[in-house]
């Protein structure tokens, strides 16, 4: 116990330093203004023009979702980035109404459903200016939804910019022997590979960075999605459609005869697809999935609670991982924080670390390209295990989550709290970012 409170000590003082260094730096904007709503609504008044501008400026800025809230007097437009929501002003309610109504139109919902939830989409063009190094408009793919609250309608709309190149597996934020693994657990023939998270934790993504790395090859590959977010060369795509009976279950096994050799599974959410997802991986076909354990221990847990049998299950699994996403350091204001990397540098990571010139901490002190946040963009953390003897015993025993964390351990395999401390010694993200994200650090 002396030895873990001293660490927690060393962690905490690493946080704290963070905080207050560099000395130049001043409190973080707690809220970015991407977008001055009041003086574009101010200089026009047609909603048509309005939303052009504010897709224009959200493309430009990797905007992620345009919320337009409804408030007592009046609504707010807010922009996610990075993960975090940023409010950019007030819309009067007759305008904001007039606004909602134009989008709703254009994604083709009905303006007279105003008690239930509604959702739509569709495609804007959008100016070369609106994203750098672009030579001609690009195609970007607007997801709205709306739902009523006790002002008014609450409107959602996700942003996808398909001419965003998707990301390799080397470029999401793997550590090496963590891209080793994930490359071995790709390399098999069949067998089932897990990828696990909770909501908007980049798990689609590193999805479809498997995908690019197996298409090309010999391999049919078949993926069932909900919804599709991008075209992928190489891949054969579907996308679930519950209200009409085309649910994962149903399409997983329509596909098992369409002779695939790699099928993608965006989620199993319940025991037909888990069930037949098991089956598929141990019939000849590599399966790719995701669920929404937060741990990947977890995972396990979680197909064994949806009525998998465990022999099927330890017999298919061929790898787990899991991941949160967290900020990274902007690198056009990173600073250096000298002599902070020892305070959380513990013996299994100064192992790893090799012969690392002098590690440091990092953090943004702020610039026009970050608004002023310190970070720009964001990278997963992950943790992961390919099954050996013992972990597939624990399963077959039906062993609790704790005593295959354990075991991993035991495997010298990265914890996520290790990666997450191994990925900020190297610069790429703040202690504070982690301790936000991952509360067992």
């Known amino acids: 116990m002396p030895e873990a409170d001293t660490c927690n000590e060393r962690l905490a003082a690493a946080v704290t330093l963070c905080r207050e260094l560099p000395p130049e730096k001043t409190d973080m904007q707690t809220e970015t203004t991407i977008f001055d709503a009041g003086q ?20 430009s800025q990797r905007v992620s979702d345009i919320h337009i809230l409804a408030q007592k007097d009046s609504f707010e437009l807010a922009f996610r980035l990075d993960g975090d929501l940023h409010r950019q002003g007030i819309l009067s309610t007759a305008f904001a109404k007039h606004l909602i109504s134009h989008v709703k139109t254009m994604a083709d919902i009905d303006l007279g459903e105003t008690r239930r939830p509604t959702d739509g ?7 070369a200016s609106s994203g750098p190094g672009n030579n001609s408009d690009r195609d970007v793919d607007l997801r709205v939804s709306t739902v009523p609250s006790i002002h008014g309608q609450d409107m959602t709309v996700r942003v996808f910019d398909h001419t965003v190149s998707l990301m390799q597996l080397d470029e999401l934020g793997m550590l090496a022997e963590q891209l080793d693994l994930t490359y071995d657990m790709l390399s098999r023939p069949h067998g089932l590979v897990l990828v696990s998270g909770p909501s908007g934790s980049g798990k689609t993504t590193t999805l479809y960075a498997m995908l690019q790395h197996l298409a090309g090859s010999t391999r049919k590959i078949n993926t069932i999605e909900d919804p599709v977010e991008y075209d992928l060369d190489g ?5 679930v459609h519950p209200r009409i009976g085309v649910t994962f279950a149903t399409m997983l096994a329509a596909i098992l005869r369409q002779d695939p050799d790699v099928i993608m599974v965006g989620e199993i959410r319940d025991e037909e697809t888990a069930i037949t997802a098991v089956r598929a991986a141990n019939t000849g076909n590599l399966v790719l999935a995701t669920t929404h354990a937060t741990r990947a221990s977890r995972s396990v847990e979680t197909m064994l609670s949806l009525g998998v049998h465990p022999y099927f299950l330890a017999v298919a699994l061929r ?6 996403l ?6 056009n204001c ?6 902070t ?5 513990e013996p299994e990571l100064q192992r790893r670390l090799g012969s690392q010139e002098h590690p440091s901490l990092h953090m943004g002190s702020g610039c026009e390209k970050c608004f002023g946040t310190g970070y720009h963009g964001r990278m997963a953390v992950f943790e992961q295990f390919i099954p050996d ?3 597939k015993q624990l399963i077959l025993d039906r062993r609790p989550a704790v005593e295959i964390d354990q075991a991993i351990k035991d495997a010298e395999m990265l914890t996520m709290e290790q990666a997450g401390k191994l990925a900020a010694i190297k610069g790429k993200t703040t202690m504070e970012e982690l301790v936000r994200v991952l509360p067992n650090l």
């Open 334 to 339: 990173a600073t250096a924080l000298p002599d």
């Open 326 to 331: 967290v900020k990274r350091v902007c690198p």
């Open 389 to 391: 003897d013992e972990v």
């Open 121 to 127: 989409r569709m495609k804007l063009s959008v100016p």
């Open 40 to 59: 574009i609504v101010g200089s026009q008044s047609d909603p048509v023009l309005v939303w052009e501008a504010i897709v224009n400026r959200a493309v």
């Open 235 to 239: 891949a054969n795509q579907t996308q």
């Open 341 to 345: 990397a020892d305070m959380i540098i």
């Open 319 to 324: 790898g787990v991982m899991a991941q949160v």
